[in-house]
């Protein structure tokens, strides 16, 4: 499942609404990004998250079916927010559910690089005097 959207997430709700419905799930490995104060030696006010939709969309189902091909996993969760997030918000959640454990470690560490690397959103770190635009990492 993935989802981009504004609003917060409740991380127990999302991860049971999958596993509720799959018993053959026996191991769930996530990530959670939250906003930290502290970035780039500056204080961070506030995050502003870009996004194109369908773009992200498209990308992340992408990701998503490559993991589910590497590995044996029964499901994927992607949440990414965007707009306007506070200091200890929550931007993402990715969640990989698989009967093992080892496949839901790797996928999920698989999908999170990518989001890193490649996913289409772009971060501007608000700071007391100025901003800037994050790039992308590896």
Same mark, same amino acid.
């Given at each position: 499942m993935i989802k981009v959207? *504004?609003?917060n997430f409740d991380i127990e709700i999302e991860?049971?609404?999958i596993?509720?419905?799959? #018993?053959e799930i026996?191991?769930? &490995? %996530? %990530?959670i990004g939250y906003v930290r104060n502290f970035n780039n030696n500056k204080n961070v006010k506030f995050i502003e998250l870009?996004? +194109?939709? *369908?773009m992200a969309y498209k &990308?992340?189902?992408?990701?998503?079916? *490559?993991a589910k091909k590497k590995w044996d996993i029964v499901d994927t969760l992607i949440i990414h927010r965007f707009g306007k997030l506070d200091i200890t918000e929550k931007i993402v959640l990715i969640a990989t559910f698989s009967k093992h454990r080892k496949e839901s470690h790797e996928s999920c560490n698989f999908i999170?690089? +990518?989001l890193k690397k490649e996913? #289409? %959103?772009?971060?501007?770190?608000?700071y007391k005097k100025n901003y800037e635009w994050l790039k992308n990492t590896k």
């Open positions: 959207q *504004k609003k991860i049971d609404a596993r509720k419905h799959n #018993p026996g191991a769930v &490995s %996530f %990530f870009e996004v +194109y939709e *369908k &990308s992340l189902e992408e990701i998503s079916e *490559k999170m690089d +990518y996913a #289409p %959103f772009w971060k501007k770190e608000i």
